[in-house]
Antibody
Framework: QVQLKESGPGLVQPSQTLSLTCTVSGFSLTSYNVHWVRQPTGKGLEWMGVIWTGGSTDYNSALKSRLSISRDTSKSQVFLKMNSLQTEDIATYYC????????????WGQGASVTVSS | DVVMTQTPVSLPVSLGGQASISCRSSQSLVHSNGNTYLHWYLQKPGQSPQLLIYRVSNRFSGVPDRFSGSGSGTDFTLKISRVEPEDLGDYYCLQSTHFPYTFGAGTKLELK
């Protein structure tokens, strides 16, 4: 059964760094790409970045200077780190796998809600 | 970045009726490999997005045939026939032909 689950602190102080973990099961990180997508409350979806099966990454240019995605394949975990957090980063953060056969995000995590406040 | 213009913003429907959502891109979504990476998702209240249609017109596993996608180039449509209560929610188009991937702003399908 394919599962993705985001975890991390729900509250981050302004200017600090957000660290989220996406733990996957039912598939291998060396066979599927994993994307991060975020959604401010009541708003639309924003693609943040991807870690490819080979371990390389691509980022949304709007976030590239603050964003880092990495992984530990032995633990089936993908990590998101974003620094200099501000109130506009308040959102639900999703990880999603991308099928290399279909080339589409076909399974998503439940999402992790992040608030930025002192 | 490719801008995805999705209309309407809100779509009141009657159960058993039909709905049509449009998604237009600011540039062609035909990839250099010949494929068109335009997909449709439904996000039900309090849930994460779920894939309905991939690459314009292919229904994902388990998606009822009431859902159909069509279009080409820059102009795409999702149609839902015989709307059921579980179809209500926010619909998003996504293009993954060009980086960065971009979503439409969403269409809320709600009861009339």
């Amino acid at each position: 059964q394919v599962q993705l689950k985001e975890s991390g602190p729900g509250l981050v102080q302004p200017s600090q760094t957000l660290s989220l973990t996406c733990t996957v099961s039912g598939f291998s990180l060396t066979s599927y790409n994993v994307h991060w997508v975020r959604q401010p409350t009541g708003k639309g979806l924003e693609w943040m970045g991807v870690i490819w099966t080979g371990g390389s990454t691509d980022y949304n240019s709007a976030l590239k200077s603050r964003l880092s995605i990495s992984r530990d394949t032995s633990k089936s975990q993908v990590f998101l780190k974003m620094n200099s957090l501000q109130t506009e980063d308040i959102a639900t953060y999703y990880c999603a796998r991308e099928s290399r056969r279909l080339w589409v995000m076909d399974a998503w995590g439940q999402g992790a809600s992040v608030t930025v406040s002192s | 970045d490719v801008v995805m213009t999705q209309t309407p913003v809100s779509l009141p429907v009657s159960l058993g009726g039909q709905a049509s959502i449009s998604c237009r891109s600011s540039q062609s979504l035909v990839h250099s490999n010949g494929n068109t990476y335009l997909h449709w998702y439904l996000q039900k209240p309090g849930q994460s997005p779920q894939l309905l249609i991939y690459r314009v017109s292919n229904r994902f596993s388990g998606v009822p045939d009431r859902f159909s996608g069509s279009g080409s180039g820059t102009d795409f449509t999702l149609k839902i026939s015989r709307v059921e209560p579980e179809d209500l929610g926010d619909y998003y188009c996504l293009q993954s032909t060009h980086f960065p991937y971009t979503f439409g702003a969403g269409t809320k399908l709600e009861l009339k």
